[in-house]
């Protein structure tokens, strides 16, 4: 589809962004846009990937009743590897390499953090702000696995290299807060 074509066209072209930006009828057009696009919080402005990562928190609490270590591992591992099809797929349709809006990266993998977080709003919080510090400023191997590795597995592999970096920071702050 080309977002040129007409003036009524579902993509229209962000100047900040200098990409195409999805209508929310094209998003939920297919259910891969639609979980590629984080349920629609992709389509927020500004901060898509926060929004997506706050979708991801609502979500967690909304099922944390059932959730068990297995449910969530198979959740994770399901979600890991559509994620890096259906992402790379609608990255392709749009015809860029990780377009700001696709957010399913950031729910998988704030997720994982969320798992491996002690599970008080507070320790929460903090990652939420870690997970999103690191995913944006994409400190060292994060920026390289983003430079390197195309399509959907490096949109969903840098994502969760700064959950790695989160739960680092998360278990340092745990362990120091034991010592007090």
Same mark, same amino acid.
Request: charged content about 15%; overall charge positive; glycine content about 10%.
């Given at each position: 589809m080309?977002?040129?074509?007409?003036?009524?066209?579902?993509?229209?072209?962000?100047?900040r962004?200098? /990409? =195409?930006?999805?209508?929310?009828?094209w998003?939920?057009?297919?259910?891969?846009?639609?979980?590629? @696009?984080?349920? $629609?919080?992709?389509?927020?402005?500004p901060?898509?990937? /926060?929004?997506?990562s706050?979708?991801?928190?609502?979500?967690?609490i909304?099922?944390?009743s059932?959730?068990t270590?297995?449910?969530?591992?198979?959740v994770l =591992?399901?979600? @890991?590897a559509y994620?890096?099809?259906? &992402?790379?797929?609608? &990255?392709?349709?749009?015809?860029?390499?990780?377009?700001?809006?696709?957010?399913?990266?950031?729910? +998988?993998?704030?997720?994982?953090?969320?798992?491996? /977080?002690?599970?008080?709003?507070?320790?929460?919080?903090?990652?939420? $702000?870690?997970f999103?510090? @690191?995913?944006?400023?994409?400190? $060292?191997?994060?920026k390289?696995? !983003?430079?390197?590795?195309?399509? $959907?597995?490096? +949109?969903?592999? !840098? !994502?969760?290299?700064?959950?790695?970096?989160?739960? =680092?920071?998360?278990?340092?702050?745990?362990?120091?807060?034991?010592?007090m």
């Amino acid at each position: 589809m080309n977002p040129d074509s007409n003036e009524h066209s579902p993509l229209k072209v962000s100047a900040r962004h200098r /990409t =195409v930006w999805p209508s929310l009828k094209w998003v939920l057009s297919s259910p891969n846009r639609l979980l590629a @696009f984080g349920f $629609g919080s992709g389509l927020l402005r500004p901060g898509a990937g /926060t929004w997506g990562s706050l979708v991801a928190w609502l979500l967690w609490i909304v099922t944390a009743s059932y959730q068990t270590d297995l449910r969530i591992a198979i959740v994770l =591992v399901v979600g @890991f590897a559509y994620g890096s099809w259906a &992402c790379g797929r609608v &990255c392709r349709s749009l015809g860029v390499h990780d377009h700001v809006g696709i957010v399913w990266d950031e729910i +998988v993998a704030f997720w994982l953090v969320l798992w491996l /977080t002690p599970s008080h709003w507070f320790w929460q919080l903090i990652a939420l $702000g870690l997970f999103r510090f @690191f995913d944006i400023v994409k400190p $060292g191997g994060i920026k390289k696995i !983003d430079a390197k590795i195309k399509g $959907g597995l490096g +949109v969903m592999l !840098d !994502d969760i290299a700064a959950a790695a970096y989160t739960l =680092v920071v998360i278990a340092i702050l745990v362990a120091l807060g034991e010592r007090m």
